[in-house]
């Protein structure tokens, strides 16, 4: 399990972000206080608070490809 925190400034960047995320099998959660939602789910995205950071959790240890896709959205 790998964990981030990304920054999603726009619907255009929710939009990105979703449309990378969905190319992977794996299980993504985002979690933003103490909501968790699907990273592949874009009204689960938009029911979270956007002008704060959002955690995010890969549910693998083999993510670089993914981390390398997400990398202008990664914060920390």
Not at 4 to 10: F, G, P, V
Not at 39 to 64: E, Q, R, W, Y
């Amino acid at each position: 399990m790998k964990k981030c925190t990304i920054q999603l400034a726009s619907i255009k960047d929710v939009r990105e972000f979703v449309d990378t995320v969905t190319k992977y099998e794996m299980e993504i959660d985002l979690s933003s206080g103490r909501y968790v939602v699907d990273a592949k789910s874009i009204m689960g995205i938009f029911s979270l608070d956007l002008l704060n950071p959002i955690g995010v959790t890969i549910h693998s240890d083999d993510c670089a490809d993914l981390l390398n896709d997400l990398k202008k959205f990664i914060i920390d």
